[in-house]
């Protein structure tokens, strides 16, 4: 068996790389609730798993601390890649370090990051990247955790990391971690229209908390996910899914960036069945008939100087894509 170079001038030591990807979200239903106690907000919420993959390549270095970097891709780049954090306040960074104290493993770990969902866009691309974290770190490590365990780190990470770990359809009840998977055979397709500047979660709750406050609202606990989204996801019918879209955040992203009334009336001209706002914004997700009316609306939208894509939904969750050693 190998052995690790330890000092300068040995042999080059053999190192394993597992990499690992998990999907960017959507909410096709978003209904917050009160600001509760300590500070987050109760929602429902009805997630969908889209086709925009962030990846994460765990490797084993010598010595003992986490390093991130980003993955410079030659493929269309996501906006403002570069201003994703590379330091311990990194998502997979911290997810990385969550694994290394549960399981008590010796840390020496390099993380590379390709970025595909929009940074600060609403789809959860930290969410994704945490969610790929644990489970190529799991591999690396050789933690042998359940899915079960996984879930529970990853609802330590953020509300939305456990959606990015299962991926597919589900509901999201208490602040949106406690899952429930939701039958979706799909496919949906959609337009994305990917912003140019980012919202912060945190500024966009906010936000609605004050236009609620102005208008003398006191919001209700929520009691659920609407009825008739689950059954347009069962039926994977889209025109169905479109007249029943809710998001109780829009209002609050669009009063911080009323530009994206502008988006989502482009959308209506070119024909989307439904426009919205995704999660916290700025992301709009505009849905198609199929998979044809998709690429085309993308396509219009890309003519009229928009950074759009077509994507489709659900699908599945974080998963191993190779594992190497070198
Ligand atoms: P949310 O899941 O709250 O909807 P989002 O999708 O709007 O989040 P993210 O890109 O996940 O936005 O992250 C929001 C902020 O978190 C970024 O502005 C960045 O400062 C910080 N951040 C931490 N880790 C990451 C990461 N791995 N990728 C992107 N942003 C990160």
Redesign the pocket.
């Known amino acids: 068996t190998p052995s690790r170079a330890t000092s300068e001038g040995g042999p080059p030591s053999r190192s394993r790389t597992v990499r690992a990807k998990a999907p960017g979200k959507l909410n096709v239903s978003f209904s917050v609730g009160p600001l509760r106690e300590d500070g987050y907000h109760s929602v429902a919420s009805a997630y969908l798993a889209v086709s925009l993959y962030e990846e994460v390549s765990a490797t084993s270095v010598d010595g003992d601390g986490i390093t991130v970097s980003l993955r410079a891709t030659d493929a269309p780049s996501v906006p403002f890649a570069e201003?994703?954090?590379l330091d311990e306040?990194?998502?997979?960074v911290r997810a990385a370090r969550l694994m290394a104290d549960v399981t008590e493993k010796p840390t020496g770990l390099h993380l590379e990051?390709t970025?595909r969902?929009?940074?600060?866009?609403?789809?959860?691309?930290?969410?994704a990247?945490?969610a790929a974290t644990l489970l190529a770190c799991d591999a690396l490590w050789g933690s042998g955790l359940s899915r079960e365990e996984l879930a529970h780190l990853a609802a330590e990470l953020?509300a939305?990391v456990p959606f990015a770990l299962l991926g597919g359809a589900a509901v999201g009840l208490g602040i949106g971690d406690e899952l429930t998977p939701a039958l979706a055979p799909g496919p949906l397709h959609w337009a994305l229209v990917l912003a140019d500047f980012?919202?912060?979660?945190p500024t966009v709750f906010s936000a609605l908390d004050r236009l609620r406050a102005a208008r003398g609202k006191t919001p209700e606990e929520p009691d659920g996910v609407d009825p008739r989204i689950l059954q347009a996801l069962r039926s994977g019918d889209a025109e169905a899914l479109a007249a029943v879209l809710r998001n109780d955040l829009q209002p609050a992203a669009l009063k911080l960036a009323p530009q994206l009334a502008d988006v989502i009336d482009q959308g209506a001209e070119y024909g989307a069945l439904a426009s919205l706002v995704s999660?916290?914004g700025p992301t709009v997700a505009m849905l198609a008939r199929d998979e044809e009316h998709a690429i085309e609306l993308a396509d219009r939208l890309a003519e009229a100087g928009q950074n759009s894509l077509a994507v489709h939904s659900p699908v599945h969750g974080a998963k191993i894509v190779s594992d190497l050693t070198r």
């Open positions: 201003s994703m954090p306040r990194n998502l997979a990051i970025k969902v929009p940074v600060a866009g609403g789809m959860g691309g930290g969410s990247d945490a953020g939305d980012g919202l912060s979660t999660g916290s």
